[in-house]
């Protein structure tokens, strides 16, 4: 007998039969047995039939089984994780839950939605395409030191989000397992984040990870977000030596009693690098010295300096682009405008600094470069520097070939190395600002009737401002009559000085309003790289 695709049966459907009409069976059960293999095949459909799970199990960690799925409105692939736990456990969790669909950083796994079913927590992930790190480690014995600042650098990036939640969300569980890597670009992200407190509930398990748990774990005294400072220290432990920590313990009792004893694992004798040894040393301190994500970014191994360079400018050289990049920071660059003749880097650079642009304690040091800037442009050295720092005799910085435009203010996560113009990133206010914090912001379509208080007060809630700064713009619109969405549709670029709010202000209503699209790049201020979406 031979049956082509699955045409008859009381499992018959039409898709079954679309995905199997290629395929000859020389048996019904041959038919079966292939399809039960077959990786792309739906086998099961969330409750609002927007996700769809498929044949093809991705990995198996010791509480939760991961498969390949689909989000089918957005057509991308997703990671449809199976945990087993109470209805009870899943209750429980309700409100933790809410707050995980709000966690958005890029250094973590995004977490899209969520149900109970069947004995089951099924929540569904961004799929990670490269494995995790420990794998990564694993393949490419120890990698170098480079690769390995820029995960750490990722790592604490999306801790410090993280930990800036009030109160801070502790993830609880990380090492090299649980952290991933996606693409060739070798883009690091914590992951195994909807499941650190249902495994700290199990009742037949130890808390997190023996070898990546801080003392204090151990203790039952409680603990705070300095737990996974520890472990991040375990695991740069494990990048640079390529050993689990504590390998030399056979199980949990051993290492348990190190731990409690303040014994260190023994692969880290095998540190030589005197940076980074003082970094883990600082990161699995006890925890009343121990770093917290931010001191940990901020350490010399990882250290960033930030530096202006001058993208551009017109030929009375009066009107400047610059750019701060902060080296090492992949990814991350702040590009503004200068008007040499009005603005000062003082007052510039607060002002970032007071929209959170940029962080405070590198004021001194970006005003000192912007005066070195102006003065190497006016060829002169006589210009005030009011940050009081000496002037070094370092070249100007290389121009652009794109001369002569001038770009608005704009916080650019592509890389600093190509220029490109109109990103909508900016950073999100926290009780700890920090530039490593972005978002992404699409503009959103209001109708020319919509009161101003509405794109106003949105403007500031998608930018993390709050009801004050929103009241504050909101009157500097009102008191030039602009009361509805079509008034300030209707204005030119130049109106937008008139109205007194600040560079970030106004940028963010504009990018609310109108996206990338608010004003088109000069031919002369497109990326090198030819990229074209530019303010
Ligand atoms: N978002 C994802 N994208 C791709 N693969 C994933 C993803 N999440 C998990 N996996 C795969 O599934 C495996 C099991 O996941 P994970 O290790 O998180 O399970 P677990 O039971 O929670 O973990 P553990 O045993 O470490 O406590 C991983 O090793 C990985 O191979």
Same mark, same amino acid.
């Given at each position: 007998m031979s049956v082509r695709g699955y045409q008859s049966g009381s499992e018959g459907s039409d898709n079954h039969h679309d995905e199997e009409h290629e395929r000859t069976f020389s048996s019904f059960s041959e038919y079966i047995d292939h399809s039960k293999h077959d990786p792309e095949k739906v086998v099961e459909v969330s409750p609002n039939g927007r996700y769809a799970k498929l044949n093809s199990v991705l990995g198996k960690g010791a509480y939760k089984i991961v498969y390949k799925g689909i989000d089918r409105e957005e057509g991308y692939e997703v990671a449809w994780n199976c945990f087993q736990t109470s209805k009870q456990e899943y209750a429980e969790l309700s409100q933790e839950i809410e707050i995980l669909k709000r966690v958005r950083h890029p250094n973590i796994i995004n977490f899209h939605d969520c149900w109970y079913s069947n004995t089951e927590f099924i929540f569904i992930t961004e799929l990670m395409t490269s494995g995790t790190l420990r794998e990564y480690i694993r393949k490419l014995q120890t990698p170098n030191v480079k690769v390995v600042k820029r995960w750490c650098r990722q790592i604490l990036k999306g801790l410090i989000y993280l930990h800036s939640y009030d109160p801070p969300i502790i993830?609880? @569980?990380?090492k090299c397992d649980n952290i991933f890597i996606n693409g060739a670009h070798g883009e690091v992200k914590i992951g195994d984040m909807g499941t650190a407190k249902m495994k700290i509930g199990k009742k037949y398990t130890v808390i997190g990870t023996p070898e990546f748990m801080a003392p204090e774990m151990y203790e039952e005294k409680g603990y705070n977000e300095k737990v996974d400072i520890y472990a991040f220290g375990m695991c740069l432990l494990e990048m640079v030596t390529g050993e689990y920590p504590y390998n030399e313990c056979k199980n949990a009792a051993q290492i348990f009693k190190k731990v409690t004893q303040g014994l260190k694992p023994?692969?880290? *004798? &095998? =540190? /030589?690098d005197p940076e980074v040894l003082s970094l883990i040393n600082h990161c699995i301190a006890p925890e009343h010295e121990r770093y917290s994500a931010q001191d940990a970014i901020e350490d010399p191994f990882l250290g960033v300096e930030p530096e202006v360079v001058v993208l551009s400018t017109n030929e009375a050289k009066n009107h400047l682009t610059l750019q701060v990049v902060f080296k090492g920071m992949d990814k991350l660059s702040v590009k503004f405008e200068f008007n040499a003749d009005t603005d000062t880097a003082e007052e510039v650079v607060n002002e970032m600094i007071e929209e959170q =642009?940029?962080?405070?304690?590198y004021q001194r040091f970006i005003t000192h470069d912007i005066n070195r800037i102006l003065r190497e442009l006016a060829g002169t050295?006589? &210009? &005030?520097d009011s940050a009081g720092l000496h002037a070094p005799s370092s070249p100007m910085a290389p121009m652009h070939p794109s001369q002569g435009a001038v770009a608005p203010l704009t916080l650019d996560t592509s890389n600093p190395q190509t220029l490109v113009g109109g990103s909508t990133t900016l950073t999100r206010r926290n009780s700890n600002p920090d530039y490593n914090s972005e978002m992404e912001l699409p503009p959103k379509d209001y109708s020319a009737d919509t009161p101003i208080d509405d794109l106003v007060n949105d403007t500031a809630m998608a930018y993390h401002r709050g009801p004050d700064k929103a009241n504050e713009w909101l009157d500097k619109l009102k008191k030039q009559d602009i009361m509805t969405v079509g008034d300030l549709k209707d204005?030119? @670029?130049?109106?937008? *000085?008139?109205?007194?709010? /600040?560079v970030f202000a106004s940028r963010a209503i504009r990018n609310r309003l109108f996206g990338k699209t608010i004003k088109r790049p000069s031919p002369m201020t497109r990326s090198p790289s030819g990229t074209d979406d530019g303010i």
């Open positions: 993830h609880r @569980d990380i023994d692969c880290l *004798a &095998k =540190v /030589t =642009v940029l962080p405070q304690r050295s006589d &210009k &005030k204005l030119q @670029d130049s109106d937008w *000085a008139g109205f007194d709010l /600040t």
